[in-house]
DNA sequence: CGAAAATTGGTAATAGGTTTCATTCCTGAT
DNA sequence: ATCAGGAATGAAACCTATTACCAATTTTCG
């Protein structure tokens, strides 16, 4: 698994205030949040700093396995927790909740390795609604 | 399951010589294409559709439940096979290899449940290298 | 057939993200 | 502490994938 340990190709890294304010802001919160988002909170601290920056920090961020990004959709959100773990996805609410990576393989994981597929990672995600949004349907919305 | 019984929020469907090329076109390949994909394969036999036209008509499909997206970064693919199955995505070449769904639940499906989450579906996907990749890779690329 | 409504092609507009470039900021060597 | 040289930044232009708009066509159905 990749670590945060540098290497050769990875341009040497300098230590800025918006790289660690955009890595703070992502560190901070288990919300999962958007480049918009990060943009946002660090431009409180910050007022100047320009998107571009925040997405480039992010970027870096994630090549230097220091942030993991998830997206579905149109969306891309980052996440610090950078080991393996599922989640669970509101549908409604787009509420993003990291869930532990619990039993070993998966049967059908097994069955690709017989077959030669040499497998890195997995992407588990459950889609459906949250306890909030389950109660709030089941009224009159 | 979502049927191709259309709801009656949704407009009612004609039956349109651009739509039925564009889910053909989706339906007679297993490559799981993208939108730019298939409006050229419709193009050969109708050189004047517009890309709108693929667009409106993969998302009318898709709301019908007659195809489904998959998405990963910045890619938004179309499969015709909308039972539930799983996939194997080869982070090299972009092989996206369907696997049939087999055992039933994962212990984390189950916790969430018992915690008051309403699961509707999941996404489960292997990452890593097919077999051509992985040897190809092994020599000198 | 003929009218009403869905659909289309062509094109402009968005959203989200990336690139460019002149300027500013870190860092390691002096 | 100073300084040179390469990174990183802000601002703005640019991209790519997708959606919206709208006048002109098609379908459908009585």
Same mark, same amino acid.
Request: net charge positive.
């Given at each position: 698994?990749?670590?945060? /340990? *540098?290497?050769?190709?990875?341009? *040497? ?13 992502? *560190? ?11 943009? !946002?909170? =660090? ?10 920056? =925040? ?9 230097? /396995? ?6 579905? %959709?149109?969306?891309? &959100?980052?996440?610090?927790?950078? !080991? ?6 509101? &549908?409604?609410? %787009?509420?993003?909740?990291?869930? /532990?990576?619990?039993? %070993?393989?998966?049967?059908?994981? &097994?069955?690709?390795?017989?077959? %030669? ?5 997995? =992407? ?18």
């Amino acid at each position: 698994m990749a670590s945060s /340990g *540098a290497p050769f190709s990875v341009p *040497a890294r300098r230590d800025t205030r918006q790289r660690r304010l955009v890595y703070e802001a992502v *560190a901070r919160t288990d919300s999962h949040p958007t480049a918009e988002w990060v943009f !946002e909170r =660090v431009r409180r601290s910050m007022p100047r700093v320009s998107l571009g920056t =925040v997405y480039r920090n992010l970027q870096l961020l994630v090549a230097a /396995g220091r942030l993991k990004t998830w997206t579905r %959709g149109r969306t891309t &959100r980052y996440d610090a927790d950078v !080991e393996p773990h599922d989640h669970f996805v509101c &549908r409604s609410c %787009g509420l993003l909740l990291d869930i /532990g990576r619990a039993s %070993g393989t998966i049967s059908s994981e &097994r069955r690709l390795r017989s077959r %030669g597929y040499w497998i890195e990672t997995r =992407v588990l995600d459950f889609i459906g609604l949250c306890r909030n949004c389950r109660s709030r349907l089941k009224d009159g919305r």
